[in-house]
């Protein structure tokens, strides 16, 4: 299984900028592909960008299409989600997660521990 850690959540002001990191170990990772979620108070966890390890194939929420960038760094283990354009509706705790198949919650297969993201209006 691989382990993930995620960094760089914050407080910001609407249309600021902010990079999320989730750094990946163990033996297995390279087998997945990487994604973030989100989850607002009271509302379900949603789909926000996911990458593939092998080809960088990305996958982006139409919500945050145009706005946010998912990029990984093979010789780091890491994955990158940079967000610009920061609205209040991005307020959410955001979850890293590696998954395989159709990007979903219920093709997870290890999940980091979540960095909040308030972005006030």
């Known amino acids: 299984q691989v382990q993930l850690v995620e960094s760089g959540g914050g407080l910001v002001q609407a249309g600021d900028s902010l990079r999320l990191s989730c750094a990946a170990s163990?033996?297995?990772?390279?087998?997945?592909?990487m994604g973030w979620f989100r989850q607002a108070p009271g509302k379900d966890r949603e789909s926000v960008a996911a990458?593939?390890?092998?080809?960088?194939?990305?996958y982006y929420a139409d919500s945050v299409k145009d706005r946010f960038t998912i990029s990984r760094d093979n010789t780091k283990n890491t994955v990158y989600l940079q967000m610009n354009s920061l609205k209040p509706e991005d307020t959410a705790v955001y979850y890293c997660?590696?998954?395989?198949?159709?990007?979903?919650?219920?093709?997870?297969?290890?999940w980091g521990q979540g960095t909040q993201v308030t972005v006030s209006s």
């Open positions: 990458i593939t390890w092998s080809l960088g194939t990305t």
């Open positions: 997660a590696a998954f395989s198949g159709v990007f979903s919650t219920e093709a997870v297969d290890s």
């Open positions: 163990g033996r297995t990772f390279n087998s997945y592909s």
